[in-house]
RNA sequence: CGGGGCGUGGCGCAGCUUGGUAGCGCACUUGCUUUGGGAGCAAGGGGUCGGGGGUUCGAAUCCCUCCGCCCCGACCA
């Protein structure tokens, strides 16, 4: 551990230096060339294939296609929903120049596609029969961000956006939820991160929105990350698109549209949630290397160890993705702690020892245990050792979450824990208690939380606003964000 | 965009107060010896001192200006 304090701030000293310094130090991103622009280098890209491949699979087992639209967006059409733009455009890049000559009209670099899906989406419905429209794109978008920090927010990011079309409200509004519950799906069985599920509040809510649905994780310092949003978006941009359809009882009709969108936010929230003062922590599903041999070979031992690892790198290779570090120029001692800054989530020590005994040393990254298993049982023991450490890292993330989960009455409570946390308590729903809030203790009302029976439920009495104790109307989760 | 901090080989830093042409640790290259928690010895390579302008015989060092990064706030995935 102490040789780890030489390469990583402590997270308990500066988490926001540990979080620069872990993203550095594990090869995830380099900072680009302009302002607010990183490079996300392979093997942090590799884990958000696996985000893809994961959202994907789920996207198409509920009709989805994928399709892509075009990045840039004419001004008129930018501005056609009037929230929407007011909403964006502060954060709006602008191209004005192309091929040499001033552009008769400005081309906005897509902060989100709604306006050029809507565009598109008005031609392609004409009836009932077309409907519903369930297509994703995988996309990058800009928005001109003033602070931004790797991954958590960047100026250009990558992520995907759904954009459904519906013939009833009704379905819509199902959709919206469904697509949440993808995104809970994700988040908690293959990231290891727990949730809480809401709605947000009025002001916190996307521009052009109805509704807006919101998962919101707890950080290793308390603090809250949005990690996915799905919104229903109800006749506002079919009015403003003309998505119009004519329905089985003769009439035109405005179409329900959602829209619902993840982004490379995650890989912020994944190091957050998971890592520690060593580095990274994945967990085994999202993990570009799930199991990493460490070969001791030592003079005359060097071949016969290297050959027993290829044949076990060869053995395990069917199951699980696994790497052999054969580099030769470093120790094995310098090799743990490599993969452990990388977060691999487990580590097979093989020496001449554990040959003779018909053993291997497994090493978890998650508590850092090390077991001798026999040989003999590897492929099924590797396999149930990943799916622990898969279920102790969510355990892990959730108990934090429960420790820092508070009901109070008044939210100078949240403010006498050092804003630390998640704090439930009540909200009379006026803007001007948010707004209160938001001012004196830089906490937002992060959703009015949608509660389920395995959701945490911090129990508290009374039904006063925390801020203005005038009677309350919601219950909502404060809390500082990312 | 406001407040604060920092920019010196790839990384982390010293040098700046009191100007004299750049140094340390790690990393890198080569060789030999090594290898169960960041190996040792030896010989090497690498720097427009963030950019521009100014003061000066002379600037990493003093002055002006711009840029970037980090932190804390305001705005957002």
């Known amino acids: 551990m102490e040789k780890a304090l030489k390469e990583v701030t402590p997270k308990s000293e500066d988490f926001s ?14 900072y680009a060339p302009v302002k607010g622009f990183i490079v996300i280098r ?20 509920t009709g989805h296609q994928n399709a892509y639209f075009p990045l840039l967006i004419p001004q008129s059409l930018l501005t056609r929903e009037a929230e929407h733009v007011q909403g964006f455009s502060p954060e ?38 077309d409907l519903p429209v369930l297509i994703n794109q995988w996309s990058n978008v800009v928005r001109w961000e003033k602070a931004t920090r790797p991954f958590l927010r960047t100026t250009e990011f990558l992520w995907q956006e759904g954009h459904t079309v519906h013939r009833t409200e009704a379905e819509a509004r199902a959709e919206t939820e469904q697509q949440l519950e993808a995104y ?4 908690e069985e293959t990231l290891a991160i727990p949730v809480v599920a809401g709605v947000k509040s009025a002001g916190e809510r996307f521009a052009g929105a109805v509704e807006t649905y919101t998962l919101e994780a707890m ?31 003769g009439e035109l009709k405005y179409g329900w549209t959602t829209s619902w969108g993840a982004s490379t936010r995650l890989l912020g929230g994944l190091i957050m949630v998971h890592g520690d003062d060593r580095g990274l922590r994945l967990p085994p599903r999202v993990a570009p290397i799930q199991v990493v041999v460490v070969p001791i070979a030592k003079g005359s031992d060097r071949e016969a160890v290297l050959a027993y690892c290829r044949a076990l790198q060869l053995r395990l290779g069917a199951h699980v993705r696994v790497h052999l570090d054969e580099r030769d120029e470093f120790t094995p001692g310098y090799k743990f ?9 487990l580590r097979l020590e093989v020496g001449p020892r554990d040959i003779a005994r018909g053993q291997v040393v497994f090493a978890r990254r998650d508590n850092g245990e090390k077991t001798p298993v026999i040989a003999d049982d590897l492929p099924e023991a590797v396999d149930a050792t990943l799916n622990e450490i898969q279920k102790a890292l969510y355990a892990q993330a959730q108990a934090r979450m429960q420790a820092l989960s508070f009901a109070i009455q008044d939210y100078h409570e949240a403010v006498a824990r050092d804003r630390r946390g998640f704090f439930w308590g009540n909200w009379c729903g006026r803007q001007a208690c948010a707004d209160r809030l938001q001012e004196e203790t830089s906490m937002t009302i992060r959703c009015l939380p949608l509660l389920t029976e395995h959701d945490l439920q911090p129990q508290r009495s009374g039904n006063d606003c925390a801020v203005c104790h005038g009677p309350a109307e919601h219950r909502a989760v404060f809390a500082r964000a990312y």
């Open 337 to 345: 702690n490599d993969w452990e800054m990388r977060g691999v989530p």
């Open 184 to 187: 809970r799906g994700l988040l």
């Open 42 to 61: 392979p093997y942090a890209y590799r884990i958000w294939e696996f985000i893809q491949s994961d959202l994907d699979a789920r996207f198409r087992a």
């Open 219 to 249: 950080m290793g310092d308390g603090r809250a990350l949005q990690t996915a949003t799905s919104h229903f978006l109800g006749q506002n941009f079919s009015r403003a698109f003309n998505i119009q359809f004519l329905d089985e009882d």
């Open 92 to 129: 709006v890049a602008w191209v004005t120049r192309g091929g040499g000559e001033e552009l008769a009209e400005p081309l906005a670099v897509r902060p989100t596609s709604e306006t050029i899906v809507g565009e598109m989406y008005a031609r392609w419905i004409q009836s009932y029969r």
């Open 17 to 30: 230096k540990w979080y620069t310094d872990v993203v550095r130090k594990a090869d995830l991103m380099d």
